[in-house]
Each structure stands twice: as structure tokens, then as C-alpha cells.
């Protein structure tokens, strides 16, 4: 099937974004979220996602952008209201707003700090079918959480660019078992005509979203021939073909955020952990 869209052509990839359909919400779970919307101060957005101010914290506060770091506390749990993870029994936590699941992050963009609020989040809007925390796929879920800061976007650039070229070489490390055969073959020089359109070129997509919208599918070819590992293991990232992986989850890009955009130039993702 030739591409719908122009293909996007990468010598080499450090990280993407695939964003597949999640476990739908269960009928509990959709009677749950009916009955919650009517009680006095729950909020629903044209999400879907429900809330409820706790306490509100000074005036004036700014909510993070997208791709700011934030100190948190969160504390998650089933609709029995039994607790699956609490950072107050640990310590608050640092996360990116991108990061987060998608109803956590839309509700921390309203948010100011100081502010404390209980979410009830549908099944589309967390974990969907990632099993994690051993959740089951489809279940709602309810969350309180607090924003205590934002981090600011100076020191975070710093700590993003070190971060950033510890993760890459990280990822390369982790799934490249010959590493220094690719890494030799990037020094060497190949005009692109040469690379493009290759017998044997493997073509992946992925299909994007920015602020939980679609946006489009971008289309790869990536250059077996030239850098055969690497390209191996970024098209079993995107198909999940690998399996799981030691820590529990999925080997694959579905569902992972972009955690750095620099417009003409380069998009920077990838983390599946």
C-alpha cells in the first residue's frame, strides 16, 4: 500500500510516539462516572474527565505547559477506593506534564500550584490496556493530587539536556546488541539518494496526538542497509514485537510521549519505561 502522506525520511531515530486505542471504560465503570457527574461540585470536561476542587492555592499561580516539570504528590486508586500508589507514603514526585496519563496531565493544566484536586478518570484517559499497577484494562480510576510547584523552564532545559544524551546513549545501549557497528557506520558519509529506497528498507508510521487530538501519522523508512541494527530494533519498538520486557511492560512505543520538540529540526521521545 504506497503512504498516504509524504514519507518522512530519519537516519536515526532516538525515540517516537505511537498512540493506539486504549481498553474502553467497563459498563461499571461507565454507571460509576454517570452518577459521579451529578454529585455537587464534580466538573466534566469535553473529555470526559471529571473532577472535584479539594483546596485551591494562591492567587495568581501559573499551570505548567506541557512539557514542564512539576513537584506532585498523587495518590491513585480503584473505584472501592482501595489505594494502588500514594507518593505520600514515599516522597512527592517530579514529572513532566507530557508524561503523565492523559487525564492526569489535562487536569494539571488547569491547575495551579498549591491547588488539590480529586480526579475520577476514564479508562481512555489512564492506563487503557497497559496492565500496569496490575489494573485491570478498563477500569476507572480516582486520583488526588497535588501540585506543590513548577519547576522552571531554565533549570529544566539544563537538566533535559543532560538527561536527554544519558537516555539516548542508554537506549542505544539497551537495545543494540553490536552498538559500535552502527555508531562506526554513522560517521561514514552516504549521499541520501543512496540510502532511499533501498532493497529491503523496512517503512514504519506512527499516528500522533497533541493535547489529546489527533494530528496526523508520520512515515519513516528506515535505512537497513546502512545502519541494520539500530533500524531492526527501532521497527520492533514501533510494532511490539519484542514482547515484554523485564521491568513488566510492553516493549513498544505505543502510547509513549514526545518530551522534547525543536521545531525544524528534531522530536525527542521514546521512553517506555
Not at 510521549?257 to 522530536?267: A, E, G, L, S
Request: glycine share 10%; with cysteine; hydrophobic share 40%.
Amino acid at each position: 500500500e504506497s503512504p498516504s502522506m509524504p514519507r518522512t525520511i530519519l537516519l536515526l531515530l532516538l525515540g517516537a510516539c505511537i498512540l493506539g486505542a486504549n481498553a474502553q471504560t467497563t459498563p461499571e465503570g461507565l454507571r460509576f462516572l454517570e452518577e459521579n457527574a451529578k454529585k455537587p461540585g464534580v466538573i466534566t470536561t469535553k473529555t470526559g474527565l471529571q473532577y472535584k476542587v479539594v483546596e485551591s492555592g494562591p492567587a495568581g499561580g501559573v499551570s505548567p505547559h506541557l512539557h514542564q516539570e512539576v513537584h506532585l504528590h498523587l495518590v491513585g486508586k480503584l473505584m472501592d477506593g482501595s489505594v494502588f500508589d500514594s507518593t505520600y507514603e514515599t516522597a512527592k514526585r517530579t514529572a513532566m506534564r507530557s508524561r503523565l496519563i492523559k487525564g492526569q496531565a489535562e487536569a494539571l493544566s488547569l491547575m495551579k500550584p498549591g491547588d488539590k484536586w480529586e480526579l475520577y478518570v476514564k479508562s481512555e484517559l489512564a492506563y487503557g490496556n497497559s496492565n500496569k499497577f496490575h489494573i485491570t484494562p478498563g477500569t476507572v480510576l480516582i486520583f488526588e493530587i497535588e501540585l506543590i510547584d513548577v519547576i522552571p523552564d531554565e533549570i529544566f532545559r539544563q537538566e533535559l539536556f543532560v538527561f536527554g544524551l544519558l537516555g539516548s546513549i542508554f537506549i542505544l545501549w539497551l537495545f543494540t546488541k553490536s552498538p559500535l557497528v552502527d555508531l562506526m557506520s554513522s560517521k561514514k558519509v552516504i549521499p541520501l539518494k543512496k540510502a532511499e529506497g533501498q532493497d529491503g528498507n523496512t517503512f514504519v508510521w506512527m499516528d500522533i496526538e497533541i493535547d489529546f487530538e489527533p494530528a496526523g501519522r508520520i512515515e519513516m523508512e528506515l535505512f537497513d542497509s546502512i545502519v541494520p541494527k539500530t533500524a531492526d530494533n527501532f521497527k520492533c519498538l514501533c510494532t511490539g514485537e519484542r514482547g515484554i520486557g523485564k521491568s513488566g511492560r510492553r516493549l513498544h512505543y505505543k502510547g509513549a510521549p514526545f518530551h522534547r520538540v525543536i521545531p525544524n529540526f528534531m522530536i525527542q521521545g521514546g521512553d517506555i519505561t
